[in-house]
């Protein structure tokens, strides 16, 4: 029955539907929602789905998807495009993510972070690190996706990032110049990356994966590096609205002709180095907040 009805769903056309009255569109527009949403929840890490479910806020949560719909039915083909990207990067990112065996240590630290990494068919290398930091999931949040554009001031791995369209408040695309590593070994780099915000309960998902721009061509002297299926889960720690649970899962292909020694070396050290910048930058923001506060 639910194959069935999944099929016949996304067989719509785009014209067909467009033909629809106001009630069957909105219908289908729901009703594939949340297929594609049941077939996210195999991926999710386990218990949230059970949590959101018992939570009383529902009408609440049913309010927040009847504002994405809308939304999407406002966005144009090539917006719609990014946001499916988005989403399916999130959908493969949590799919690697729930792969529990298979992981080496790369690097651990006496601090408790921890970077893992295995080697995957189709997609090679990704790493995994975990940590905890001392600030609310909605603090990392704003720093990482509504500043993202400021983030090459406290980052010194990215010498620029700038936003080349906002998509809703869940989707964006970005441009990304690497900085300077030591003795510019790796040579220079940048980025152009679909990057998606999905929240559900506790939980903040933070996809991105490289794509496409015509507002950013292949750019004179510099290497288009590409983000495979990348992810970062933001949750609290130990139930600690103050202490949030940080998982990055990095994917990334640096092209050119590069010793893989030497990337997977970077990548790992770039993911600890991030970390304690970020961290760095936690404190600052929230010494500032407390200032205005008081």
Sequence with gaps: MLPATFKLCCGISHQRFRNMTGLKRTAVDALVHELRRMKMKEFFLPGTWDTLAQRKNLHAAFKVEDERLKTNR????????????????????????????????????????????????????????????????????????????????????????????????????????????????????????????????????????????????????????????????LHPADNNKNKTQFTWLLSMDLKGWLPKSLINQALSQAQVDFVEHLRQQLSTSSSFISCLDS
Excluded at 149 to 162: E, G, R, T
Excluded at 220 to 226: D, I, Q
Aim: proline share 2%; net charge negative; glycine share 8%.
């Design 74 to 233: 406002t966005l144009n083909t090539e917006e719609l495009s990014y946001v499916k990207q988005g989403e399916e990067a999130l959908h493969k990112a949590l799919g690697i993510l729930n792969q529990d065996a298979g992981w080496t240590t790369e690097i651990k630290m006496e601090n408790g972070d921890n970077v893992v990494s295995k080697v995957l068919p189709g997609t090679g290398k990704v790493f995994k690190l975990e940590a905890v930091l001392d600030a609310s999931m909605e603090h990392v949040h704003n720093e990482l996706y509504e500043k993202v554009d400021q983030m090459s001031s406290w980052n010194p791995s990215v010498k620029h990032i700038h936003v080349l369209q906002k998509i809703g408040n869940e989707t964006m695309v970005t441009h990304e110049i690497m900085g300077d590593t030591a003795g510019n070994i790796i040579g220079r780099r940048d980025f152009v990356n679909v990057r998606h915000c999905w929240k559900e309960g506790s939980y903040c998902y933070l996809a991105g994966i490289a794509t496409e721009s015509k507002f950013m061509p292949a750019q004179k002297g510099f290497v288009r590096a590409e983000t495979g299926p990348s992810c970062i889960i």
